[in-house]
């Protein structure tokens, strides 16, 4: 059965780069038909995608995240990574890693984990 | 503000058929399938329904959905309780070259 788990630092500083890694259990980063996916979730609000990742590293990315998101894949470890630079106070959320399977379809989540910017 | 449209609320009693209504245009729904999720508070969302109107194993009969032209609609039947949650409709948009999720609607059981 697939697991996804997100990990990384709660608390990050404004203006610093909010780092998360989601592992993979129970199935191959590099099976072909899925992406690998980040969506958030500010406090009482809705869900936010960030963008999609495939094993050979092509991605996508939401516009408005662009120029603060890069993403990345390890098949070595079965992980996919997510990093946005220069975090601010909207940037606190409940970060979700996923499958998908084309770009759009959310088929599994990770639990999610919470990420808050601190001034 | 979504470029999905999403009713915020949607109530029912026990045993009642509710209907959740996404709105989008050319660039999305009227183009790509539409996907949507059920998420309990506190809780990762789940996938409930694929490609417009199919169901992934394990999720219940009593969720459907469809979609016509530039709109999307997932009903659910027989209410009960545990359906408290809110949902979402999600769907890829060709302008945007981005997933975007409707604004949620909660669906409170009365």
């Known amino acids: 059965q697939l697991q996804l788990q997100e990990s990384g630092p709660g608390l990050v500083k404004s203006l610093e780069t909010l780092s998360l890694t989601c592992t993979v259990s129970?199935?191959?980063?590099?099976?072909?038909?899925?992406?690998w996916g980040w969506i958030r979730q500010p406090p009482g609000k809705g869900l936010e995608w960030i963008g999609n990742i495939y094993y050979s590293g092509t991605t996508f990315y939401n516009p408005s995240l662009k120029s603060r998101v890069i993403m990345s894949v390890d098949t070595s470890r079965n992980q996919f990574s997510l990093k946005l630079s220069s975090v601010t106070a909207p940037d606190t959320a409940v970060y979700f890693c996923?499958?998908?399977?084309?770009?759009?379809?959310?088929?599994?989540w990770g639990q999610g984990t919470r990420v808050t910017v601190s001034s | 503000q979504s470029m999905l449209t999403q009713p915020p609320s949607a109530s029912g009693t026990p045993g009642q058929r509710i209907t959740i209504s996404c709105s989008g245009s050319r660039s999305n729904i009227g183009t790509n399938d539409v996907s949507w999720y059920q998420q309990v508070p506190g809780t990762a969302p789940r996938l409930l329904i694929i490609?417009?109107?199919h169901r992934p194993s394990g999720v219940p009969d009593q969720f459907s959905g469809s979609k016509s032209g530039t709109s999307a609609s997932l009903v659910i039947s027989g209410l009960q309780p545990d359906d408290e949650a809110e949902y979402y409709c999600a769907v890829w948009d060709d302008s945007l070259n981005s997933v975007i999720f409707g604004g949620g609607t909660k669906v409170t059981v009365l």
């Open positions: 490609t417009n109107s």
């Open positions: 129970g199935a191959s980063i590099s099976s072909t038909g899925h992406y």
């Open positions: 996923a499958r998908l399977v084309g770009v759009a379809a959310i088929l599994d």
